[in-house]
């Protein structure tokens, strides 16, 4: 019994999507951390660079493992990889808008700005993907 509930909790699309995001958002802290601290690069530029990869990631990992989405058809996948890519560069321009106003403007430390932009880019992520890419199609719409 208490298997069964702890598998309806990990079956849930908002706990998965709540575990791909934290995910996503490691791959986006890593990224940035290396491009600025080992290679030298300008923070802005590490971040844009760190948003690029895990937008990436977050395809792959939404589309398989949060939707469970398999499209056959090659145009529907272009189609759908289009318009992720179309969407994350929305989130993109919020991140970097909140990064800059965080650090740039009221002083914040770069990373501790960039964790707090987080909360508005997974749930913005979230309903782009469950509305916009990744939504459930009716049958009418199919055909």
């Not at 913005?124 to 199919?142: A, L, M, P, S």
Request: charged share 15%.
């Amino acid at each position: 019994m208490l298997m069964n509930r702890i598998r309806k909790i990990f079956d849930m699309e908002t706990v998965r999507y709540l575990v791909i995001g934290a995910m996503t958002t490691g791959v986006n802290f890593v990224l940035c951390f290396l491009c600025d601290k080992v290679f030298d690069i300008s923070f802005m530029v590490s971040n844009v660079i760190s948003i690029s990869g895990a937008i990436l990631f977050a395809y792959f990992a939404n589309k398989f493992i949060v939707f469970r989405n398999h499209k056959d058809n090659i145009k529907q996948v272009i189609m759908e990889f289009l318009s992720f890519i179309a969407t994350r560069l929305v989130s993109m321009a919020l991140e970097l808008f909140f990064v800059w106003l965080t650090v740039e403007v009221m002083h914040i430390l770069p990373y501790v700005g960039k964790l707090v932009t987080q909360g508005l880019v997974i749930i913005t992520n979230y309903c782009f993907g469950k509305w916009v890419v990744f939504r459930k199609q009716n049958v009418q719409e199919r055909n």
